[in-house]
């Protein structure tokens, strides 16, 4: 690739440009021979063995680029896939909202709004680069947001403008654009919410397609599918015939000034299908960018086009202004057409720069998707040489960096795995690191933080309702042995391949209690385990439930095996007198913290635990029903109690192997009050088995390889075979609590037995010596034999040897008297 760009970059008008962007390749090309040579030096050569450093080609510009940083090196999709796909996404958001906020108490731009015979935009500056919109209708006085990342900024602009917000339009789901939906939207009651619903945009309410209008007053705004940042990504366009006034762009991170997003969920052809729609618009369009990036991406386009004299005049005008620290949108399309190297991919000089020329089909949408696929992946590295951050520094990328590296957050962990990516690379996982180790997990008994003033306090604690409560009790003991058995799934990404493997078993279980007690009752025990980027992951559950599905005792394991800093996370239930108990451990590296919330017991009515939920859906795959309005109780990703809803989506026969079979399609969806919401889809054959898993959000499923025996309600399960697995001590939690949490007690305890009994010692020793003297093949047989006659039910054996003698392992037969 740099080879490619290097030559092409030689000819015509494009020899002058091409000099710097040699450099640019070149400098991470001999940075990165340099670090290939060291790492040889050191595993291979001796302290006093030096090697001189190879000569750049003669031909070739060498431009230095700042120490640390390693441009070469591509943002990998892991960083992208755990903060799209886990909790970290929106820890990190929260994390990026605070640190915003206490850095720029008015903002990180002071913005001027528009107005247009009654229409008013306001930019709204938030976190450390971004821009959130109100358009308002000043005669109605309602008002719309655009990406309300942080809600406590808007509002503080809908309270200052005095308005009525009635609509929140979300371009995609990262959180810095959608991370204000759940406040704004209940605390302004009326407040609907608008996106894609291919992108899992939190607290959606009214989804929209291309060209689907949403109307405001005198409001009218357009909604265009531009895929390629995300799936869902979408962008909207504000009619100016109305107020008779120019139209309006907000184009979130598809486009910006003299620049265009990241593809993290699309290909070159997706993303300049998508900026040809933008450059559809007309010229006098009004361009509203998502961010702040003006200065930066007018420079690289200096890079690539260094005699563009409208890019020379805007980049002079943006610096006057971002030196006062004054906002650089709008712009208009008209403009963006001048200088913006990402849409210029059809002209002439860029083709004699960068691209080999039109394709066999001409100037066409393949030879410039890849022409913008250069353009993106030489803006990366424009910015890695320009940034002097220290590679191994382990700082967390800032809201700018993020964008343009690692792409925002986005939602949706999933409870068993998470899934999908690419490798993950030092950088990545040294960035990831360092932000788990500034950003501690939500405590499970306790708020986080947030100097945003919350109504959650003041709303009451939430309850399950009559529905809900009348399906438990309708469980009858009798069903719910039917669905004692045990199953299998692959975890498989997006591609078909596969990431894992989930396991999941119901049986009676013997349960005893702390008075010794012993009681048969539902015994679950599910388990995943599999790699996201070549990184150890898994989880496991262990419970005992009561007939009502009620948690008597519940165990739960998530961990992440980092090389630098391994994450791990235990929860137990432990049903009490009148409460329910919950400990929940998270450990960080060497760092534990530990933390215990006591439940009420009539707060818990309706309650659906992890384990609960597994056994509920097959009783509803059972009953091939759904209660209607039923509202149960589940704990969210922060350990709060929410409301858990299912939703039958009907059936659908897909393809499993080389059958077709028919499943009952049941969603759940928690609504976390703090935390994040989650919805998972869950296909089920008739008798129960769960035939698919899929995560709403997440590329990556589960499901089963070969379609199981169905079971009709006369069969009697048979007793299961159990396949021997490896046995790996730390990860299940069973042999953890009986054993190595009383590891030295148990020490102890065997030590005090055999000084009290040492005979014991004695006839182990005695009989291993025996056994290595003799050395028999059959070692079961002999130790039967040698420890018989110490048994006290057991005939003596005879003293001389008899070459018919009775197996030692089953009772000897009284002799017969001859007749």
């Avoid at 940034?387 to 700082?395: G, M």
């Avoid at 009858?476 to 799934?489: A, P």
Wanted: neutral net charge; contains cysteine; hydrophobic residues 35%.
């Amino acid at each position: 690739m740099a080879a490619v760009v290097a030559a092409t970059a030689l000819k015509g008008r494009g020899a002058r440009n091409a000099r710097v962007l040699r450099g640019i390749l070149s400098g991470a090309a001999a940075n990165k021979a340099s670090q290939n040579r060291s790492r040889a030096l050191q595993s291979h050569s001796s302290p006093e063995c030096k090697e001189e450093p190879e000569p750049l080609s003669p031909e070739l510009e060498y431009i230095p680029r700042k120490r640390g940083k390693n441009p070469m090196k591509a943002v990998g999709l892991a960083w992208y896939s755990l903060y799209t796909r886990t909790w970290l996404g929106y820890l990190f958001y929260r994390q990026q909202l605070r640190r915003a906020r206490n850095r720029y108490p008015k903002g990180h731009s002071r913005t001027q709004p528009r107005l247009f015979n009654g229409v008013k935009v306001l930019p709204i500056p938030v976190l450390a680069d971004n821009y959130s919109y109100l358009i308002i209708d000043t005669q109605a006085r309602l008002a719309v947001a655009v990406d309300p990342s942080d809600p406590q900024a808007v509002q503080a602009s809908i309270e200052k403008e005095g308005v009525n917000l009635v609509a929140i339009l979300c371009t995609h789901k990262h959180w810095d654009h959608s991370g204000g939906n759940r406040d704004l939207s209940r605390r302004h009651q009326d407040c609907r919410v608008y996106g894609s619903p291919q992108d899992s945009i939190p607290y959606l309410t009214h989804p929209l397609c291309h060209q689907d209008v949403v109307s405001v007053g005198r409001l009218q705004i357009r909604a265009l599918a531009t895929p390629g940042h995300t799936q869902g990504h979408l962008v909207y366009l504000l009619d100016g015939e109305p107020y008779e006034g120019p139209s309006c762009l907000f184009s979130g991170d598809l486009l910006f000034l003299s620049g265009c997003g990241r593809t993290f969920e699309g290909t070159a052809e997706t993303m300049l299908s998508s900026l040809d729609t933008v450059l559809g618009l007309g010229d006098d369009t009004l361009l509203w960018p998502g961010h702040e990036y003006a200065e930066e991406n007018l420079g690289f386009a200096g890079v690539v086009e260094p005699e563009n004299l409208a890019r020379e005049r805007k980049m002079q005008w943006v610096q006057r202004q971002r030196m006062e620290r004054k906002s650089t949108c709008p712009s208009t399309l008209g403009e963006e057409r001048s200088y913006n190297p990402f849409l210029r991919t059809h002209c002439p000089v860029l083709q004699e720069a960068l691209g080999p020329g039109p394709g066999p089909t001409g100037d066409d949408g393949c030879s410039r998707a890849q022409l913008l696929e250069r353009l993106r992946q030489l803006k990366d590295l424009h910015k890695s040489n320009e940034d002097a951050e220290p590679l191994l520094s382990l700082q967390p990328l800032n809201s700018g960096q993020q964008e343009s590296r690692t792409g925002t957050l986005a939602q949706a962990p999933d409870p068993i795995l998470a899934q999908g990516g690419t490798r993950v690379g030092l950088k990545e996982e040294a960035v990831v690191l360092t932000f788990l180790k500034k950003v501690s997990p939500p405590s499970i008994g306790s708020k986080a933080k947030d100097p945003q003033p919350s109504t959650q306090e003041n709303l009451p604690p939430p309850e399950a309702n009559a529905e809900a409560i009348h399906f438990l009790n309708s469980l009858r003991q009798e069903e719910l042995m039917l669905l004692f058995f045990s199953e299998t799934l692959v975890m498989v990404s997006d591609t078909g391949e596969p990431q894992g493997e989930l396991t999941i078993e119901v049986q009676r279980g013997q349960y005893k209690d702390q008075f010794g007690v012993i009681t048969y009752v539902p015994f679950v025990h599910a388990s995943s385990r599999g790699f996201v980027d070549k990184t150890l992951c898994g989880s496991s559950l262990l419970a005992y439930l009561s007939w009502k599905l009620e948690v008597v005792k519940q165990q739960s394991q998530e961990f992440i095996k980092f090389h630098i800093l391994p994450m791990e996370q235990k929860t137990s239930l432990l049903k009490q007198d009148d409460q329910l108990a919950m400990t929940r451990m998270v450990k960080e590296g060497e760092e534990v913290k530990t933390e215990v919330t006591f439940f009420p017991r009539p707060s818990t009515e309706g309650f659906v635990s992890q384990a609960a939920n597994l056994v509920l859906l097959r009783v509803m795959a059972w009953r091939h029903m759904v209660p209607s309005n039923a509202r149960f109780l589940a704990l969210d990703t922060e350990g709060k109690l929410c409301y858990s809803t299912y939703q039958a989506l009907g059936s659908q026969t897909i393809q499993v192997g080389h059958q077709q079979v028919e499943v009952f399609i049941v969603e759940q969806t928690v609504h976390s009050e703090q935390g994040i919401p989650t919805s998972c889809q869950f296909y089920l054959l008739p008798d129960g088995h769960l035939a698919k898993r899929i995560q709403v959000g997440s590329p990556g499923c589960c499901m089963i390889t070969k379609v199981p025996v169905l079971r009709e309600e006369d069969d009697i399960e048979p007793r299961p075979v159990f396949k021997k697995k490896p046995l790996v001590w730390e990860e299940d939690l069973e042999l953890y609590s009986r054993f190595l949490d009383r590891k030295e007690e148990l020490r102890l305890s065997h030590k005090s037995y055999l000084r009290q009994h040492p005979e014991a010692q004695a006839l182990i020793s005695d009989f291993l010596l025996f056994l290595l003297l003799r050395q028999p093949v059959d070692v079961v047989t002999f130790a039967a034999e040698y420890f018989g006659p110490f048994a006290k039910r057991r005939p003596p054996t005879p003293a001389l040897r008899s070459s018919n003698r009775p197996s030692p392992f089953r009772e000897l037969e009284p002799e017969r008297s001859e007749a």
